[in-house]
């Protein structure tokens, strides 16, 4: 099925009456099917992954909330960035969403340290006003993935943080979550990471919010390698989880997919992962693979190559039904391992 939008570009849409759908530019000409009961693998061969029977949910997906994800190609160019993810935003708002993710570094992605700490803003700067002006445009939620905030100790400390920023439909800032984890590693066959060499780590978790789609977790990519943080924005309510990413293209194929399902799995969340793709400079490329998936684990939509969005609904009934039916937070034993991921104050 071929889907007109008013920005006169056409996108090849496939969709499942049951959860989602995922859009792609037209040059990419495979439509895959998105249902809850299908994983799609790296290489679009199907394979079956059926909830239980006695899960099914009987509420209309049309009235289920729609959320969008958003897969970019960031670059040192802030005001090309903004323009590229302002004109998926607004496809995502045509298209019904009430929540758009953008993934980290969505402002830039800069070729070394010193530039990064050029480049970057505090929050009340101009880049975070355009992103305000166009979450009211467009009366949808903007999950800002990882944003180069220079903080009130920018002065003293010349380090920025990896922030995380979250945005009504009124462009009011609603919550604002600093990376607590940074990425500091060398993999072989991958460019050294030293994110501490400009960015300092976030003192704290935020707890979940509220937003149209649900409770809404926020975290940063590399955090997904800590099940702690996932667990604790889980028992303070979280309902979905987000790692707006920019992993490597080693890491990427080995642990990407992996990870986010475990997530969904151990916290019974859907976990939206808006992630970086592609070449952004002659010393970084990015893994791709935008997803969102559900809390069953299984993949329920999927960017492909290159800048897009993928679409799926948040069936809460259907996350309330599987807590209820394995009801793992109950069945935790504190008493032998501790209180993993402590709940937040």
Known sequence: MVLAVPSCRTY???????????????????SLLLCPGLRIPPLSV?????????????????????????????????????????????????????????????????????????LSEPLDGNLLGEYTQLARECGLWLSLGGFHERGQDWEQTQK?????????????????????????????????????????PGPSLESPVSTPAGKVGLAICYDMRFPELSLALAQAGAEILTYPSAFGSITGPAHWEVLLRARAIETQCYVVAAAQYGCHHEKRASYGHSMVVDPWGTVVARCSEGPGLCLARIDLNYLRQLRQHLPVFQHRRPDLYGNLGHPLS
């Not at 090849?12 to 009456?17: D, H």
């Open 12 to 30: 090849s849409l496939s969709r499942w009456p049951r959860l989602g759908f995922i859009i792609r530019p037209p040059h990419q000409f495979l």
């Open 46 to 118: 199907l394979s079956a992954q059926p909830r239980p029977r006695t899960m099914a949910v009987s509420s209309s997906s049309w009235e289920l909330p729609l959320v969008a994800v958003c897969q970019v190609t960031s670059t040192p160019d802030k005001q090309q960035n903004f323009k590229t993810c302002a004109e998926l935003v607004r496809e995502a708002a045509r298209l019904g969403a009430c929540l758009a993710f953008l993934p980290e570094a969505f402002d830039f992605i800069a070729r070394d340290p010193a530039e990064t700490l050029r």
């Open 160 to 200: 920025i943080y990896n922030c995380h920023v979250l945005l009504n439909s009124k462009g009011s800032v609603v919550a604002t979550y600093r990376k607590t984890h940074l990425c500091d590693v060398e993999i072989p066959g991958q460019e050294p990471m030293r994110e501490s060499n400009s960015t300092l």
